[in-house]
């Protein structure tokens, strides 16, 4: 079995209540990427950076303690005039500087536009994006792609770049511009930026791969007051209903890390 070294920069953490029911952020992030089927066992060091608990980057530039690191959904915004903010943009300047790969999701996503040239992040006009949503992958995009390509051979080509893809979500904030030297690998109607990457650098997604039907419900209903009441009747009539390839981002995820 392989193993992979990875370091979550955990941005958040969940009211007690769903922490009570689910555990934490970690642990979602844990379930998914040991539910890979690549034959791989993953290692997660988590650092609490609201607690501004960072990795050493001289651990970082050891080459063998991480093979990369993920950084997890906030209910802050990547705008906000906080040091752990301005500290996370700091190390992903020095993730790309250093070319280690990188993993963002949600917040993660936006704070790596936000952090790096030509990249930034607003309040989207169209609203919230809560549960489960489809997107497009950019076909073009995904071309030459080595790690789609190896997930392809893996599945057979059962992975096909030219389907939607459902993933889970919760965000009123959007990447409105993709930073220098990145791709927009998917979109929808409500979020033009869903998916970006930068060679074998950086891979973000604006949804929640590591969420499940039964928490993004448990999590939307927990913010009544915060998202609109037809807002949350509709995640949960999503989420019911939720189309979400179970394997799909475990092993997507694991592959780009993979991708040497």
């Known amino acids: 079995m392989k193993r992979l070294n990875l370091g979550l920069l955990k941005c958040d953490s969940f009211i007690p ?22 034959n791989t066992k993953v290692d997660l060091s988590v650092f609490e950076l609201v607690e501004d608990e960072f990795p050493l980057k001289e651990d970082i530039l050891k080459g063998n303690r991480y093979h990369g690191f993920v950084i997890s959904g906030s209910r802050s915004s990547v705008n906000d005039d906080k ?16 070319k280690i790969k990188t993993v963002g999701i949600c917040f993660g996503h936006q704070a790596i536009a936000s952090a790096l040239p030509g990249g930034s992040v607003i309040s989207n006009d169209k609203g919230w994006q809560v549960s489960d949503h489809q997107f497009s992958m950019n076909t073009s995009q995904c071309k030459d792609i080595k790690f789609l390509e190896n997930y392809n051979q893996l599945y057979n080509n059962s992975y096909s770049i030219q389907e939607n893809k459902n993933i889970i979500c ?17 979109s929808n109607e409500l979020c033009d930026n869903h998916m970006m990457i930068k060679d074998k650098q950086f891979l973000s997604f604006q949804g929640h791969p590591e969420f499940t039907p039964n928490l993004i419900k448990s999590l939307i ?7 609109p009441d037809l807002v949350i009747e509709d995640g949960v ?13 475990p092993n997507l995820i694991i592959s780009f890390f993979q991708d040497q």
Do not use: C, M
């Open 221 to 227: 209903l927990s913010r009544r007051g915060i998202i």
């Open 170 to 186: 919760l965000n009123k904030q959007i990447v409105s511009s993709v930073p220098d030297g990145f791709k927009v690998l998917a």
């Open 83 to 98: 040091p752990w903010i301005h500290k996370l943009k700091e190390y992903i300047k020095f993730f790309n500087e250093n």
């Open 17 to 38: 209540e769903i922490k009570k029911e689910y555990g934490d952020i970690d642990i979602q992030f844990k379930n998914l990427l040991n539910a890979n089927t690549l």
């Open 237 to 249: 009539e999503r989420a019911n209903n939720s189309k979400i390839q179970q394997d799909l981002y």
